[in-house]
């Protein structure tokens, strides 16, 4: 594992009590219901959502551009006694945005990673549907198959590659730093889950409602 003095210090923030960053980040995985989380924590009094959900800050390279000033604005609303969070599933795309886990760790050393996976091979044809649907040709048929499609745009098949995604984080983070959790599971017994997640974080359990929230966003 990579150390942390060995990361470049040039970005690293200043911490105040007014320019948050988050306490824990959920990194992926797209199409598995990272939404639906989010939601939940939004019903904790202790959990402070950033004002967008999936800013994308750490990946992509124009907004990383925008500065910490822009990136601490989307906790301004945090209370002291929160911990703050976002959800940016490009954060486990690595071949896309291969500099994502390094500005995570060098912003946030001591941030908990909230992990969230799908089967492999259901969440990679439901990206590759909201990918052709919803970015490449918006609002048009599908005109090309799953294979034809990954052929030039490898991004859903690289998205489940599970394993690949973690290590670009175990070369900074000790595995005590992360939470995996699979979408099945909090579709079945989101209280379970959710019980977990409360654990992990160190903060009270909250009640839910018996009517899960259910998404695959």
């Not at 995985?29 to 009094?45: E, I, Q, V």
């Not at 006694?81 to 946030?108: G, H, K, M, N, W």
């Not at 990679?124 to 909201?130: E, L, N, P």
């Not at 859903?156 to 005590?176: A, F, T, V």
Request: proline share 7%; aromatic share 12%.
């Amino acid at each position: 594992m990579t150390s942390q003095s060995s990361i470049s210090p040039q970005r690293t923030p200043m911490k105040s009590a007014t320019k948050r960053l988050p306490d824990f980040i959920i990194i992926g995985a797209a199409k598995s219901g990272t939404s639906t989380l989010t939601d939940y924590f939004r019903l904790h009094p202790r959990i402070c959502v950033s004002r967008i959900k999936e800013p994308e800050f750490f990946a992509v390279d124009t907004v990383y551009a925008r500065g910490f000033d822009w990136y601490h604005e989307l906790f301004a609303a945090a209370g002291p006694d929160q911990l703050c969070c976002e959800a940016s599933t490009a954060y486990t795309r690595s071949p896309q945005f291969p500099r994502a886990a390094e500005r995570i760790a060098q912003a946030v050393p001591h941030a908990k990673l909230i992990y969230l996976m799908r089967h492999p091979v259901d969440r990679a044809y439901s990206h590759y549907v909201h990918r052709v649907t919803k970015e490449v040709h918006p609002g048009q048929p599908i005109r090309w198959t799953f294979d034809e499609h990954v052929k030039s745009d490898p991004m859903c098949i690289d998205g489940s590659r599970y394993m690949d995604q973690i290590d670009q984080y175990l070369r900074y983070y000790s595995k005590d730093r992360f939470l995996f959790l699979f979408t099945d599971e909090l579709n079945r017994d989101p209280k379970a889950v959710l019980t977990r997640i409360w654990q992990f974080l160190e903060i009270e359990p909250i009640e839910i409602g018996d009517e899960p929230l259910v998404s695959n966003e």
